[in-house]
T-cell receptor
Framework: NAGVTQTPKFRVLKTGQSMTLLCAQD?????MYWYRQDPGMGLRLIHY???????AKGEVPDGYNVSRLKKQNFLLGLESAAPSQTSVYFC???????????????FGPGTRLLVL | DAKTTQPPSMDCAEGRAANLPCNHS???????VYWYRQIHSQGPQYIIH???NNETNEMASLIITEDRKSSTLILPHATLRDTAVYYC?????????????FGKGTHLIIQP
């Protein structure tokens, strides 16, 4: 199992450009999450999804959109990138019907985004 | 979820036990204590969690005081690869449907 994978690993954008970050998991998890981590800080939740076709806002959702058209994929979109969105983005997944609790999350390796 | 307090940094000699404290004095009866760690430039990794009783797995042990107001994560034989930021998170078990709240954690440095 690959676990949670993220694409791309690193990206540089100019202000106003758009991009989509892809997260994929092969653990048949129901829940998926997008976090951002700024230097010296803990992770902050951007958006999350409790199932295919559903999404919800987290702590810092402004400037981002998400979609979960397939259970194994969770996409994070930046429509018009701003320098304040320079960060490391982590995707995570949790909870399968056999696992029970969704509190144990499995994280991807991260995407480093620089917005100039 | 209850607030947690952790020291910003700690050192430990390689091969010794690393004991990482966490204060959660406002914890309520149905809140669990979770520990994650983040090795530099990687995604966080789940370590262990518990409610009242002490817990042990292949990675670590979790000791929770009787009044549940504090806990200690123990790495029994620390190696250089255990150098990481360790996060203590307290939360009600509600199925994970709203993400985790990470503070600044403890930066544990294992010294050779």
């Amino acid at each position: 199992n690959a676990g949670v994978t993220q694409t791309p690993k690193f990206r540089v954008l100019k202000t106003g450009q758009s991009m989509t970050l892809l997260c994929a998991q092969d653990m048949n998890h129901e829940y998926m999450y997008w976090y951002r981590q700024d230097p010296g800080m803990g992770l902050r939740l951007i958006h999350y999804s409790v199932g295919e076709g559903t999404t919800a806002k987290g702590e810092v959702p402004d400037g981002y959109n998400v979609s979960r058209l397939k259970k194994q994929n969770f996409l994070l979109g930046l429509e018009s990138a701003a320098p304040s969105q320079t960060s490391v983005y982590f995707c995570a997944s949790s909870y399968s019907l056999w696992q029970g609790s969704g509190e144990t999350q499995y994280f991807g390796p991260g995407t480093r985004l620089l917005v100039l | 979820d209850a607030k947690t307090t952790q020291p910003p940094s700690m050192d430990c000699a390689e091969g010794r036990a690393a004991n990482l404290p966490c204060n959660h004095s406002t914890i309520s009866g149905n809140e669990y204590v979770y520990w994650y760690r983040q090795i530099h430039s990687q995604g966080p990794q789940y370590i262990i969690h518990g409610l009242k009783n002490n817990e042990t797995n292949e990675m670590a042990s979790l000791i929770i005081t009787e009044d549940r107001k504090s806990s200690t994560l123990i790495l029994p034989h620390a190696t250089l690869r255990d150098t990481a930021v360790y996060y203590c998170i307290v939360r009600v078990e509600r199925g994970g449907a709203d993400g985790l709240t990470f503070g600044k954690g403890t930066h544990l440095i294992i010294q050779p």
